[in-house]
């Protein structure tokens, strides 16, 4: 058990809708990312929060959205879905960026599947 | 653009001989490399790690080599088990981020 929640860990919906993926990170940690895996990539990195701050963006559609909340838990946005957002979506913690930061603890992630 | 290409999908092993799992990179800006172990239906887990200006780091029956000059690094897993069946990811991160680009997979079977 990495000490990441994440929930829920699958969702099905249909194209055009919006959905919310919500991660917990490890207790103390203070730095959350969220990551795509879809059928046959390797982690696609979406966005790093740092205490409530965007610290760096990646390969985010502007349909999708994040946030870091003041419990460090943190939110992923998906509207507007579309049949190749299915994909498997990680959330990861560390305890600060530069310190260990390369560590990442990842939750066991959640499976979305537009239809 | 790809930056961590791991080119082999899939690794079969015998139990007690050694697994070699390769990975190259073509991005000269990172510091360090790391490899996560994945199993199914659980996130990755952090396996060992190796700063740039090293050429091999080791923990216990893992060690990781990078060859800067040839842009490659690889894992020896020594003996080898069952329990090591999984899909290993290398990673890149960065220098001064916290980003990690991580290659498709490797997917490796070790069987008794």
């Known amino acids: 058990d990495s000490g990441v929640t994440q929930t829920p860990k699958h969702l099905i919906t249909a194209t055009g809708q919006r959905v919310t993926l919500r991660c917990s990170p490890r207790s103390g940690d203070l730095s959350v990312y969220w990551y795509q895996q879809s059928l046959d990539q390797g982690l696609q990195f979406l966005i790093q929060?740092?205490?409530?701050?965007?610290?760096a963006k990646g390969n985010i559609l502007e349909r999708f959205s994040a946030q870091q909340f003041p419990d460090l838990h943190s939110e992923l946005n998906l509207s507007s879905l579309e049949l190749g957002d299915s994909a498997l979506y990680f959330c990861?913690?560390?305890?600060?960026?530069?310190?260990?930061?390369?560590?990442?603890?990842f939750g066991s992630g959640t499976q979305l599947s537009v239809l | 653009d790809q930056q961590v290409k791991q080119n082999s999908p899939s690794l079969s092993v015998q139990e007690g001989r050694i697994s070699i799992l390769n990975c190259d990179y073509t991005n000269s800006m990172f510091d360090y490399f790391l490899w996560y172990k994945k199993y199914p239906a659980e996130g990755p887990t952090f396996l060992i790690s190796?700063?740039?200006?090293?050429d091999k780091n080791e923990d216990g029956r893992f060690t990781v080599f990078l060859n800067k000059s040839a842009k490659h690094l690889s894992l020896h897993i020594v003996p080898s088990q069952p329990g090591d069946s999984a899909v290993y990811f290398c990673?890149?991160?960065?220098?001064?981020?916290?980003?990690?680009?991580f290659g498709t997979g490797t997917r490796l079977q070790v069987f008794p």
């Open positions: 929060y740092y205490n409530g701050e965007e610290r």
């Open positions: 990673a890149g991160r960065l220098y001064n981020t916290d980003k990690l680009i």
């Open positions: 990861a913690s560390s305890v600060a960026p530069g310190v260990g930061g390369e560590k990442l603890f």
């Open positions: 190796i700063s740039s200006i090293k």
